[in-house]
């Protein structure tokens, strides 16, 4: 059910690879809500992914952009601006990736070009698209930009690796730069902090499965899906949200106000029966 809180709105959407993508589902759902969106990725990605398809099928314009490229942003929201005949209303970071985690590099034992490269891209890259939308003067007054981060920016989870630290300078970003943007222009700066979610970056975690399990015992809600997330960004770049600014907004179903439930601490408990049946295995 539509709600038509993006009529007349507009915004550039990062990250629609494939259609588990978090970003594909936002696109689809601020469409349906009345918006109109320019969708942009790598150029490899526009050629190895499914961005084109989406793009179609909502009738919106792809513009390639590699966000760690200052030059490539500058042309994307020029190439947004004219489309839209103006200045747009939301910007949606949803870009993440780690060579680390790729090559499966320890946390003790990173490679720190890897890093800087981890880092770029994933948490940098937020920087440069707001520090430019801003210089273009691209937003609207009560804009609205939110980058997409994960708990493991406060808390520690085996294997999220150097994204952890990625996560924590996203979210001071959205914190130090929505002082400034906010002052200057009411453009609001968020993060949404996400359930474990099944996608090509997510499935690249060490793990992910047995956390995507754990994570939904644990949470008394369940897991968020990517659709859920959608909904709350759309709800995030509506004019119902306008005072919300420089918060990492937690989306995932009670997670990371959890200690232990009891669905988790039966599972737990399971791992011993075995002990108990074969003292002396
Ligand atoms: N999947 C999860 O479990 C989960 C949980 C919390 C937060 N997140 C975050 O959500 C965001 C979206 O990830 P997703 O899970 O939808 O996976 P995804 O793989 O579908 O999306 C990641 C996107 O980043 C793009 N990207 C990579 N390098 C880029 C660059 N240099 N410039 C521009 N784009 C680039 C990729 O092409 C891809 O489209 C990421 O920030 C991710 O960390 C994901």
């Not at 629609?16 to 993508?21: G, R, V, W, Y």
């Not at 004019?239 to 420089?246: E, I, P």
């Given at each position: 059910m539509a709600y038509n809180l993006l009529t007349g709105k507009k915004g550039i959407i990062f990250g629609?690879?494939?259609?588990?993508?978090i970003a594909w589902k936002v696109a689809e759902k601020a469409v349906e809500e009345g918006a109109q969106v320019v969708l942009s990725n790598t150029p490899m990605a526009l050629r190895m992914g499914d961005t084109n398809q989406l793009a179609e099928k909502l009738n919106s314009l792809v513009v390639p952009c590699d966000a760690t490229e200052v030059d490539d942003i500058e042309n994307l929201i020029k190439e947004a601006m004219d489309h839209f005949g103006g200045k747009f209303d939301f910007i949606l970071h949803s870009i993440g990736m780690s060579p680390n985690v790729r090559k499966g590099r320890h946390y003790s034992d990173l490679d720190y070009n890897f890093l800087a490269k981890t880092l770029d891209i994933s948490a940098v890259s937020f920087h440069k698209v707001i520090q430019t939308a801003r210089k273009n003067d691209a937003l609207n007054e009560w804009g609205s930009i939110l980058g997409l981060s994960y708990v493991a920016a406060q808390r520690t989870f085996y294997g999220y690796n150097d994204m952890a630290d990625a996560k924590s300078l996203l979210e001071s970003i959205a914190r130090s730069f929505g002082y400034i943007y906010g002052r200057e222009k009411n453009v609001r700066i968020n993060t949404i902090s996400q359930s474990?979610?099944?996608t090509t970056a997510g499935q690249g975690v060490k793990g992910f499965d047995k956390l995507v399990d754990f994570s939904e015992r644990m949470s008394p809600l369940g897991n968020a899906s990517a659709d859920d997330c959608a909904n709350y960004c759309v709800v995030m770049f509506s004019?119902?949200?306008?005072?919300?600014?420089?918060q990492n907004l937690f989306h995932d179903g009670g997670f990371s106000n959890m200690g232990m439930s009891l669905r988790a601490i039966e599972q737990y408990n399971k791992s011993f029966e075995y002990d108990k049946e074969h003292p002396f295995d």
């Open positions: 629609a690879l494939n259609e588990m993508s474990p979610t099944q004019d119902l949200t306008k005072k919300v600014t420089m």
